[in-house]
T-cell receptor, first 109, second 115 residues
Framework: GENVGLHLPTLSVQEGDNSIINCAYSNSASDYFIWYKQESGKGPQFIIDIRSNMDKRQGQRVTVLLNKTVKHLSLQIAATQPGDSAVYFCAEIGNQFYFGTGTSLTVIP | EPEVTQTPSHQVTQMGQEVILRCVPISNHLYFYWYRQILGQKVEFLVSFYNNEISEKSEIFDDQFSVERPDGSNFTLKIRSTKLEDSAMYFC?????????????FGSGTRLTVV
């Protein structure tokens, strides 16, 4: 599969702080990306997506940034809460997903 | 909110035995997928299925694996002769169209333990 990987395997943040999770991809032709959240023992859950004709998209407390020049995605979570603790995957979408290995986010109360 | 349902949630089987993992995709979805996740590793694509046939499969999906949509609601993954290394979480997913705008909807997974 394509090389969709994450820069850091773990991230710890204080409750209330903002979190930034990064992801690199290698296929410059990719045009659609998704961030997923996976809580322990559960399946991946859609958070937010972005198409390659955009460089930023905002959701509720989350923002995805896409830098096509350096093939980099980031997920920003505002005012991180304990319920945000999970593994976060970026995925590059074609006819299938190519998932990165994930970043484990731990929110410290 | 519509869900993808997987059963059982946990399956323990002896090496060499056949297992069937079951999934009920979202009713108006046309594309179905199986993924697996070995403990501590990333989610890996196994197979996609559309119009009653496999549309794409990975190198993991060898002759020991098969998928079937036996009726209008179920989508199954069969492993013919399980190996220890088949122990993993298996996720079913479905989507309404391709590309999967809004992503796939994943089930909660079946944890397969081969002993």
């Amino acid at each position: 599969g394509e090389n969709v990987g994450l820069h850091l395997p773990t991230l710890s943040v204080q409750e209330g702080d903002n979190s930034i999770i990064n992801c690199a991809y290698s296929n410059s032709a990719s045009d659609y990306f998704i961030w997923y959240k996976q809580e322990s023992g559960k399946g991946p859950q859609f958070i937010i997506d972005i198409r390659s004709n955009m460089d930023k998209r905002q959701g509720q407390r989350v923002t995805v940034l896409l830098n096509k020049t350096v093939k980099h995605l980031s997920l920003q979570i505002a005012a991180t809460q304990p319920g945000d603790s999970a593994v976060y995957f970026c995925a590059e979408i074609g006819n299938q997903f190519y998932f990165g290995t994930g970043t484990s986010l731990t929110v410290i109360p | 909110e519509p869900e993808v349902t997987q059963t059982p949630s946990h399956q323990v089987t002896q090496m060499g035995q056949e297992v069937i993992l079951r999934c009920v995709p979202i009713s108006n979805h046309l594309y179905f997928y199986w993924y697996r996740q070995i403990l501590g590793q990333k989610v890996e694509f196994l197979v996609s299925f559309y119009n009653n046939e496999i549309s794409e499969k990975s190198e993991i999906f060898d002759d020991q694996f098969s998928v079937e949509r036996p009726d209008g609601s179920n989508f199954t993954l069969k492993i013919r002769s399980t190996k220890l290394e088949d122990s993993a979480m298996y996720f079913c997913a479905s989507s309404e169209a391709l590309p999967a705008v809004g992503g796939y909807t994943f089930g909660s997974g079946t944890r397969l333990t081969v002993v």
